[in-house]
């Protein structure tokens, strides 16, 4: 596609349950990135990939959020037992390198909503 | 650690004249800043940026000012247009970390009325 695309856009659920959360990059992007935007706030990285591997993680907030990216394009976020406090939105972006001197490419972001 | 800082939550502006944002950093090994914006229900959209080896950079209605000693930066938008109803995030980012690794600020609501 022409842009970011994230899948779903919003998503529910409720507290202790497991939530995957889709990102489809630029086609022929390279660099994947999360972040996540809480109420107020603005973008907090999670993660990168440089291709398939994670460059950098530190972002993660604890063991109960992991990420792949296998063919290192798609990649999915995944939360382990929701908590209230994961309620925010989840931005993914793209790069063609890992030089984003002219920016990355947002997607519009899943909202996600623990209840 | 907040090391981004907008400290204007919001700004109206009358269409026609000057929008200033302004952004405030602590880490003084940032050396590269992007300005996004940001519609309702939209990802941000990359804006502008500035290398730390400039202090200006200009961009048709858009000019973002470095000033390094103060570790300050602002966006001026000339002239404001409806369509620059947004949020406007700054972003930080240092060659110490890998590339694409920003830390945003909290953002400015900017208004432009008629």
């Known amino acids: 596609g022409a842009g970011v695309s994230q899948t779903p856009s919003n998503k529910v659920t409720e507290k202790g349950k497991y939530v995957e959360l889709r990102c489809d990059p630029i086609?022929?992007?390279?660099?994947l990135y999360w972040y996540r935007q809480s109420l107020g706030q603005g973008p907090e990285f999670l993660i990168y990939f440089q291709g398939t591997g994670a460059a950098d993680d530190s972002g993660l907030p604890n063991d109960r959020f992991f990420a792949v990216r296998p063919e290192g394009s798609v990649s999915t976020l995944k939360i382990q037992r929701t908590e209230r406090g994961d309620s925010a939105v989840y931005l993914c972006?793209?790069?063609?390198?890992?030089?984003?001197?002219?920016?990355?490419?947002f997607g519009s972001g899943t909202r996600l909503t623990v209840v | 650690d907040q090391q981004v800082k907008q400290n204007s939550p919001s700004l109206s502006v009358q269409e026609g004249r000057i929008s200033i944002l302004n952004c405030d950093y602590t880490?003084?090994?940032?050396?590269?800043f992007l300005w996004y914006k940001k519609y309702p229900a939209e990802g941000p959209t990359f804006l502008i940026s500035?290398?730390?080896?400039?202090d200006k950079n200009e961009d048709g209605r858009f000019t973002v000012f470095l000033n390094k000693s103060a570790k300050h930066l602002s966006l001026h938008i000339v002239p404001s247009q409806p369509g620059d109803s947004a949020v406007y995030f700054c972003?930080?980012?240092?060659?110490?970390?890998?590339?694409?690794?920003?830390?945003f600020g909290a953002g400015t609501q900017v208004v432009v009325t008629p």
């Open positions: 500035i290398s730390s080896i400039k």
């Open positions: 880490n003084s090994m940032f050396d590269y």
């Open positions: 086609s022929g992007h390279t660099a």
């Open positions: 972003a930080a980012s240092g060659a110490a970390d890998s590339w694409g690794k920003f830390q």
């Open positions: 972006a793209s790069s063609l390198t890992r030089d984003t001197r002219d920016g990355y490419t």
